[in-house]
């Protein structure tokens, strides 16, 4: 099976021993699976563009120093794995020529304006990935920000046109965060790649990989 994971950038805001636990479970799925893993850049990437945007930069300028972090994250999982490629890469084809060698390929951002969900649901799309694993702060996808609504609804089961409508809603809300992109959801529902969302923890991405039901299922 060929897979596809989005990585949250605040699996490195931690000690480097839960980077080392990420990568043992990773590197046990690489040895029956093809995997890619994207990765984000968390708070630090937040941190530098807050500080970039002072001093004058533009929000593409911005989107290139989070660019920079996420591969930066990327190479830290990457070293920590024992079956990834060493190198990053920048690109899409880039990645596809590292897996020819090596079953697991770990990447950051490509391309300003795109969220790193985005970037891994493109490239589930580019190498016809079997299943896209959303590896999240949340464990699921909620009818509503369940943290400002107690009443809201955590789905089992959403089409993507189900959670493009949840997104667009919610994005009308200033400085709410949704647990998927607009342009992801897009892709996702365009390409037809199965995919899960669910909470990001080493232990989850085992069990979603083994077929255990756990999270939000899109399809």
């Known amino acids: 099976m060929r897979l596809v994971i989005s990585l949250g950038g605040s699996v490195f805001e931690g000690p480097a021993e839960k980077i080392k636990e990420f990568a043992d479970v990773l590197d ?48 830290l999982l990457a ?18 020529e590292l897996a020819r060698d090596l079953k697991a390929v770990v990447m950051g951002g490509t391309i300003p304006g795109h969220t790193t969900d985005a970037t891994a649901v493109l490239l589930a799309e580019f190498v016809n990935a079997d299943l896209f694993l959303n590896a999240t702060s ?55 790649i199965k995919a899960v969302v669910f909470k990001g923890e080493p232990e989850n991405i085992r069990r979603v990989v083994n077929g255990e039901k756990i999270g939000t299922l899109i399809c």
Do not use: W
């Open 138 to 192: 949340v464990d699921g996808i909620y009818s509503d920000d369940p943290k400002k609504n107690p009443d809201a609804v955590k789905f089992e089961k959403i089409s993507p046109s189900e959670l493009l409508e949840i997104v667009v809603k919610q994005k009308a809300s200033a400085g709410v965060n949704v647990v998927m992109d607009l342009l992801a959801v897009k892709i996702l529902e365009r390409s037809g």
């Open 79 to 96: 070293f920590a794995m024992k079956n990834s490629a060493k190198k990053i890469p920048e690109s899409f084809i880039e990645a596809v």
């Open 28 to 75: 046990e799925i690489s040895k029956s699976h093809e995997l890619f893993v994207v990765v984000g850049g968390g708070r630090l990437a937040r941190e530098l563009m807050a500080k970039a945007r002072e001093l004058g930069a533009n929000e593409v300028m911005c989107d290139y120093i989070g660019i920079a972090v996420t591969r930066i994250n990327a190479m």
